[in-house]
């Protein structure tokens, strides 16, 4: 329970300029209520505003109207659901810009609910302390029916479909339905086909990555893309080709960071019996202190049992600017700066061998 404060009038009086968010409490408490939006900055979190038992409470927040807001709530003894949309908070009242590092700058990282505007003008939340935070008032309903078990996460449709639009999912292997927030909500819009490589499942969420043309996209929990889509993920066989859309939050270097929305399996591009043979732990057949680990589409380099970075293997006929057309992978980093090119000239259950493109020499490893 965050200590109760409450917020100066000035804060809670709308104005025309600014979409009102109506919090309304039908619990025995008080409860204290957080709102995260992006504001001028970077994505912003204000809190606490106290709403009495049986009261309901306008706060406006940002500097324009904005489509999706986020709220957490929390009340003495009652325990209300969340989504994946994370913020920072602290126990005081607070206005904290950005919603990375929340540790590293002394303060909490703690989930919050989205809510879709859809061009309302106003929205009203109310909090039942025998239900999930039900949403209702003059936008549309944007509650999720559905929690996916023990994730803490985003949730998805409770309704199950059947005959032809199941089976085209089963065909298709879509992603998970789940409520999103518009295209372009997050930055540009994007639909690619490209190789989803594999998931890190963190101490606090997931991250999954696909590679395409040379670059890395990476979806996150901490970045607004759903849980229940980054679980399903997890669940799919490492480095299969996926149609995936979304949109294109930031870049830099040669990695992308993208709010994924939705994906469906598609034809393989060729070289799937490769990257199978490679997956695994090889050590040097000439240097016992150089190893290789291989995870989906990422290469890792370990000597003297210190990681490199890893870089993610863009599979392709031929090296740029090397003779031959032989089957082969570029190797990119999120700096963008190891671009070398492997001809892969012989690989088996418990070997393989690399040429190095530009020198010619040969790396031959051993499944360790």
């Known amino acids: 329970m965050k200590t109760l404060y409450l917020l100066a009038a000035l804060g809670l009086a709308p104005t025309a300029a600014l979409a009102e968010l109506r919090f309304c409490n039908d619990t025995d408490e008080v409860v204290s209520v957080a709102v995260g939006y992006k504001g001028a900055q970077d ?21 324009g109207p904005k489509t999706h807001y986020y709220y957490r709530v929390e009340a003495r003894g009652i325990t209300f659901e969340h989504e994946a949309y994370m913020f920072c908070t602290i126990d005081e009242e607070f206005t904290i810009v950005g919603d990375t590092d929340c540790d590293a700058r002394g303060y909490d990282r703690e989930e919050f609910v989205e809510i879709a505007m859809e061009g309302a003008d106003d929205h009203t939340v109310t909090f039942s302390a025998t239900e999930d935070p039900a949403q209702v008032g003059t936008g549309p309903a944007t509650d999720r029916t559905a929690n996916a078990a023990g994730s803490g996460g985003d949730t998805g449709s409770a309704q199950t479909e059947t005959g032809g639009a199941a089976l085209l999912r089963n065909v298709l292997r879509t992603s998970p339905e789940v409520e999103t927030a518009p295209g372009g909500t997050y930055g540009e819009p994007f639909t690619i086909t490209g190789l989803f490589s594999h998931c890190d499942v963190l101490d606090a969420g997931i991250n999954c990555y696909f590679i395409h043309d040379g670059w890395i996209y990476t979806a996150s929990s901490y970045n607004h893309t759903s849980t229940v889509l980054l679980e399903d993920l997890n669940t799919r066989e490492l480095n299969t080709t996926m149609l995936f859309t979304g949109d294109l939050s930031s ?41 290789v680990v291989i995870h989906g589409s990422s290469y890792e380099e370990v000597y003297e049992g210190i990681p490199d970075v890893p870089a993610m293997m863009q599979f392709m006929q031929g090296c740029p600017d090397a003779p031959g057309d032989g089957v082969a992978f570029q190797l990119v980093t999120p700096d963008g700066l190891d671009d070398r090119c492997f001809f892969v000239s012989y690989v088996d259950d418990n070997a393989f061998e690399l040429i190095y493109a530009g020198r010619g020499n040969t790396l031959a490893f051993v499944r360790n």
Do not use: H, M
């Open 43 to 63: 994505w912003t979190s204000e809190g606490w505003w106290n709403v009495d038992p049986g009261d309901c409470k306008g706060v406006t927040v940002g500097d």
């Open 251 to 291: 870049y830099e270097g040669k990695e992308a960071e993208i709010v994924l929305t939705s994906y469906f399996e598609t034809a393989s591009d060729g070289f799937e019996s490769e990257r199978a043979a490679l997956q695994g732990f090889w050590k040097s057949a000439d240097d016992s202190q150089f190893e």
